[in-house]
């Protein structure tokens, strides 16, 4: 195609299938009513020109990105990948033969090697004479990724066909026009026409089907009843979505549709886009769902009272469930969700519904107490919350929770496949819903809370800077869990499937003594949790240590020495690794070695030998199908944001974006610079040039170590900006030097725009389980082998998943900033961009 007649692409596509008709000069009139005479007459030249018959041989060997094969057509030899095949066929459907149009257009495919060399002597050209342009695109393009929405998809209930085929539309006031079909289905057909339709939405359309009148016996005074569904625009294109009109049945010529379509789908290849936007999402779900960090707890609603009846444990939350143990194992997250907080999140109606909760335990005679007061219980008087912040956050067991309540309905546990029952008796079993026995168990479901542990240690490190009057302890009492309440009655299921790689710490609640770098003197106090093989250990003293806190720690376990002979346990050897400012909290690690290995083999044994204790419910099923259902009611419930990476060389690069429900400050932030069903995660990784750039070195850290990684990041956000880089402004806590300097952060973001705080965790991925999308693979592979290997590549090659929750309002009561800060921080500069909607 000469350089002139580019700019008339469009047209020249749809004028194709027309070239042979007898009205191809009304149609070309009609659709280039506003192209120049002259013009007109080179597009009618060039269409004719396509349209010839071509005798060349095609040899795409060695020319594109894929494995060439044999391709024998009317008697010729032709040698072609998998992706020019399938153009091939289609403009032979468009054409009604081998022409030269059919020939050009598969030496012009997306992984034709020319075709891509020519884009990027375009691309260099273009950043030599801009070269602010190269850097724009490293920096932004990288980053943007598409929004993926979990399992949700659309299901067909009759299979769509590509075609390509000459129409003639018509309303009721008889005014017509030409367009072409793009595919068709026993209940809908797509079709393209000229930007400037005359349709509209919802009316009634006939449809003649022109381009099929010489084949076949069609009626041609009656057209087909369509009702016009949707309207979409691309490149100056009108897509036009139609659903056949059951008032104005066609008997006939619905006989010949399924037969149609039965015997040529092979020929003409079944659509599958929404089979493909199926499998993405469910892989997307494959590699969120077992390590996502939040707890989800379903809560059934009965005489107006919230009662917790299921928590979905994985190999990352379960740390929540283990936390909120006593001593002999009884779940009591009945104490952190109480019906009277419960309550307040449901009346939160006109606002998020979410809540932060601050816990700590106390150990004594072998017992563990819980102690928990959410920021709205604490806000009543100044006194309060600094006596449970300030005493808590002295304790190795002090923990931030954040609490959301959404919506839910029991139907979200059917999820159904992509794919119409009539393909076969596999894909309707697959397609029915759960049975009745299982859906009884949900019928109560109305409420879904988000439980996800938020703590840090800055947070730690900042409440315990909090003076308050030793005479008010005695207020905590009011905080306290009676310990002759019945345990929470919730059942904890277990993910499915779930391939465990990641470790996770177990709660050991025990009293120990310590002496520090070999000196005399016993320091009591209790521990709190140890990490898998023993490695690491966090240990709370009963008063502050007076020494430098550097060197070696050993730790006396006399309550374990009790039950074992096999094992020394009274003299195990640490390392400091950490202390708060009091050095009443300390992390200790196993010493390498000698030194160490009594510490870690006793511990690799506790855990072997309890695992039972320290697991989540074995995985028979009360009520076959439970965990799946679950699953697939929270998957389409995430409250928050979380990106999927790939390795690409020894980067870690985001490949798709869960977009949550509820963190709408996250949402905006992320859709600011980006284009619509994209968001742009940039900022993320602005530190990349650093020496130690968090995402890049922190994944690394959790292959080590087993484990995921948090941080918190602060963000100034200014929408009025239009450079990126001065509308998002950055900055990890950890690389703060001191709290004044993160109040001083947070102040200077309020008065430009708006301050963010995030808390981020990093985590490796298992792998997918293909028994939950084998059946749309195999169907993909059926009719386009190609995008079946495209997307088990891509599946394949996901390695990590970042997991974003919104923490600012506890950053900002954590700093000391009042309620009418917290207000006003709620309310952006510029909110044009606030209500972007998602794809």
Not at 53 to 63: K, N, V
Not at 95 to 114: C, I, K, L, S
Not at 416 to 431: C, E, F, H, Q, T
Not at 433 to 451: C, D, E, Q, T
Request: proline residues 4%; positive net charge.
């Amino acid at each position: 195609m000469s350089q002139d007649l580019k700019q008339y692409a469009e047209i020249i596509e749809q004028l194709k299938p027309m070239v042979n008709e007898p009205e191809f000069n009304q149609v070309l009139l009609q659709i280039g009513a506003d192209i120049p005479k002259e013009k007109r007459f080179l597009i009618k030249m060039e269409v004719k020109r396509l349209a010839k018959p071509c005798q060349r041989t095609i040899d795409l060997r060695g020319h594109v990105d894929g494995k060439c094969n044999k391709y024998v057509h009317q008697g010729r030899t032709h040698y072609m990948d998998d992706i020019a095949v399938d153009k091939f066929e289609e403009q032979l459907r468009v054409f009604g033969g081998y022409t030269y149009g059919v020939y050009e257009a598969v030496q012009n495919t997306e992984n034709n090697f020319r075709l891509m060399r020519e884009k990027e002597l375009i691309q260099e050209r273009e950043e030599k004479e801009n070269p602010s342009l190269k850097q724009r695109s490293a920096v932004l393009e990288q980053f943007k990724v598409p929004t993926v929405n979990l399992l949700d998809y659309r299901q067909r209930s009759t299979e769509r066909m590509n075609f390509a085929v000459a129409l003639e539309i018509f309303n009721s006031a008889n005014q017509s026009m030409r367009g072409l079909s793009v595919d068709i289905s026993l209940e809908g057909l797509q079709i393209k026409l000229s930007k400037n339709t005359l349709f509209k939405k919802g009316e009634t359309l006939f449809i003649f089907f022109r381009g099929l009148e010489n084949e076949f016996a069609m009626d041609k005074k009656n057209g087909i009843a369509y009702t016009l569904v949707k309207i979409s625009t691309k490149n100056d294109v009108n897509y036009l979505a139609l659903q056949r009109d059951k008032n104005r049945p066609n008997p006939a010529f619905d006989n010949f549709l399924e037969s149609f379509i039965h015997g040529n789908k092979r020929r003409y290849k079944v659509n599958m886009t929404n089979t493909i936007e199926a499998i993405t999402s469910k892989i997307c779900e494959q590699y969120f769902s077992p390590r996502s960090p939040t707890l989800p707890v379903y809560i059934d609603e009965i005489n107006k009272t919230l009662i917790p009846r299921y928590a979905m444990v994985n190999e990352v939350n379960r740390e929540i469930v283990h936390y909120w143990q006593d001593e002999a194992d009884n779940c009591r997250l009945n104490f952190l969700l109480s019906q009277e907080r419960l309550t307040r999140l449901l009346n939160k109606s006109n606002e998020v519904r979410e809540i932060f909760v601050f816990s700590f335990t106390h150990l004594q005679n072998e017992k563990v107490y819980f102690y928990s007061a959410s920021i709205d219980e604490l806000s009543q008087k100044e006194a309060l919350f600094r006596v449970f912040a300030g005493f808590g956050a002295r304790k190795a067991s002090w923990r931030v929770f954040k609490i959301t309540l959404t919506d839910m309905v029991p139907e979200q546990a059917h999820i159904p496949l992509s794919i119409p029952d009539s393909v076969g008796n596999k894909v309707k079993k697959l397609n029915t819903p759960p049975p009745a026995r299982l859906m009884s168990k949900l019928k109560n479901l109305v409420y879904l809370a988000h439980i996800t542990d938020v703590t840090s240690i800055m947070g730690q490190e900042a409440y315990n800077e909090l003076k308050y009057n030793k005479e008010h302890l005695v207020h905590l009492k009011h905080f306290g869990h009676p310990r002759n309440r019945a345990s929470s009655d919730v059942q904890l299921v277990r993910f499915k499937y779930e391939e465990q790689r990641l470790e996770s710490r177990y709660q050991l609640r025990t009293p120990i003594s310590v002496r520090f770098n070999n000196e005399e003197i016993d320091h009591k106090g209790v521990s709190e949790d140890i990490s898998v093989h023993g490695l690491g250990l966090r240990i709370e003293l009963s008063k502050e240590y007076k020494g430098a806190l550097e060197g070696i720690a050993e730790v006396a376990f006399p309550k374990l020495q009790e039950i074992t002979t096999s094992f020394d346990v009274m003299h195990l050897q640490y390392d400091i690794i950490y202390h708060n400012p009091e050095k009443n909290i300390l992390h200790l690690k196993a010493m390498t070695g000698e030194e160490g290995k009594s510490a870690r083999h006793f511990f690799d044994e506790l855990i072997k030998k309890n695992k039972a204790n320290l697991k989540v419910d074995n995985d028979e099923e009360e009520i076959p199908g439970i965990g799946q259902a679950l699953r697939c009611i929270n998957a389409r419930n995430a409250t928050s944001l979380s990106f999927l990476m790939s390795k690409e060389g020894i980067r870690y690069t985001p490949q798709a974006c869960i977009v949550g429900k509820q963190d709408e400050r996250i949402t905006t932030l992320t859709t600011q610079f980006s284009e619509r069903g994209q968001v742009n995660l940039e900022f993320l990784f602005r530190d990349r040039k650093q020496d130690s750039p968090f995402v890049q070195s922190g994944i690394k850290t959790v292959k080590l170590e087993n484990m995921p990684l948090r941080e918190e990041l602060f963000i100034s956000f200014d929408t009025s900006q239009k450079d990126p880089r001065m509308a998002i402004i950055p900055r990890y806590s950890s690389r703060f030097e001191n709290n004044e300097q993160r109040s001083a952060f947070i102040k200077d973001a309020m008065l430009r725009g708006q301050f963010i705080a995030v808390h981020v965790m990093l985590t490796t991925t298992g792998k997918p389980d293909l028994t939950l999308l084998q059946t749309e693979i195999n169907y993909v592979t059926m009719y386009a082998m190609h995008r079946a290997k495209e997307l088990e590549k891509k599946m394949w090659g996901i390695a990590a998943c970042a997991h974003l929750v919104d923490v600012t309002d506890e950053v900002l009561i954590r700093y000391g900033f009042s309620a009418q800060d917290i207000t006003a921080n709620k309310t952006l500069n510029n909110p044009s961009h606030s209500n972007k909607v998602m794809a």
